[in-house]
């Protein structure tokens, strides 16, 4: 799925795409975007910061940035965050540095925020950014999911749990909607949707050159 150089699609200069993954918490944002990195070269994961707690098996600037709370009110202060937001009791930011680096340098980039978050970044770049929200195939399977990845106790799983209805009901902000039953046909459509925001023409800045150049061998 590389588009090589600079983003380039076949020699072509593209826009980068801000790629956004929201879900209620358990449907699977983290298993599709670690799979959707692995898989789409030239995409870069957006490692946001946390006053969360780390969990068993997380890690520091690979997950998330884990910061105290002052921290993360010194990093909003000094307008380091492209959004943020609180979610279940925690704040969460993008750090805005890498994602504007890994743009201008015509990669794309993958972001697992909620839809505050998503929100935010529309607004700052409306032609960029590209929504998926996830959902899971049942209120059963999500509850199931939460308890399997064992990473949370129950009081924060009923937590969520409960906050699953709120998250859901702003799916209709999103501009696509997958329901991850089967993870690899989930992952699939993540892609599919990737790709054909990638090759759309308004993306592909450097295609009126592209073509414009043919038409001169063709016409000399
Ligand atoms: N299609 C699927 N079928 C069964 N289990 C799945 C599927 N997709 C993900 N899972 C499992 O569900 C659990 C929750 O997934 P994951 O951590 O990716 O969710 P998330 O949306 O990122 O949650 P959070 O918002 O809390 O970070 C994990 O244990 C993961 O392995
Ligand atoms: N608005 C933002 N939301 C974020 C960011 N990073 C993660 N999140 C969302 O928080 C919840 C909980 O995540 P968890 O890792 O504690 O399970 C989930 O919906 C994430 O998408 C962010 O930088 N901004």
Redesign the pocket.
């Given at each position: 799925m590389s588009d090589g150089a600079a983003g380039g699609h076949n020699g072509v200069e593209r826009r980068g795409v801000m790629f956004v993954l929201?879900?209620p918490?358990g449907a699977g944002?983290?298993t599709l975007s670690r799979m959707l990195v692995k898989e789409a070269a030239g995409l870069q994961m957006s490692v946001?910061?946390?006053t969360?707690p780390m969990r068993p098996g997380e890690v520091e600037g690979r997950d998330?940035f884990f910061v105290d709370r002052a921290k993360f009110d010194q990093m909003v202060a000094a307008g380091e965050f492209l959004?943020?937001?609180n979610?279940?009791d925690?704040c969460?930011?993008?750090p805005r540095a890498p994602v504007e680096a890994a743009l201008a340098s015509g990669r794309d980039v993958l972001f697992?925020?909620?839809w505050?978050?998503t929100q935010q970044l529309r607004s700052h770049a409306p032609n960029d950014v590209v929504s998926v929200f996830v959902l899971p195939p049942s209120v059963q399977a999500l509850e199931h999911r939460l308890h399997t990845r064992a990473q949370d106790s129950h009081d924060v799983i009923q937590g969520r749990m409960k906050k699953a209805g709120d998250?859901m009901s702003h799916y209709d902000a999103y501009d696509y909607i997958v329901v991850n039953d089967n993870v690899g046909i989930a992952f699939e459509s993540v892609k599919a949707i990737l790709r054909a925001e990638q090759l759309k023409r308004e993306r592909q800045i450097g295609i009126d050159a592209f073509v414009r150049d043919m038409r001169q061998q063709l016409e000399g």
């Open positions: 929201s879900s918490s944002k983290t946001s910061a946390t969360r998330y959004e943020w937001a979610v279940f925690n969460y930011g993008t697992d925020i909620d505050q978050g998250e």
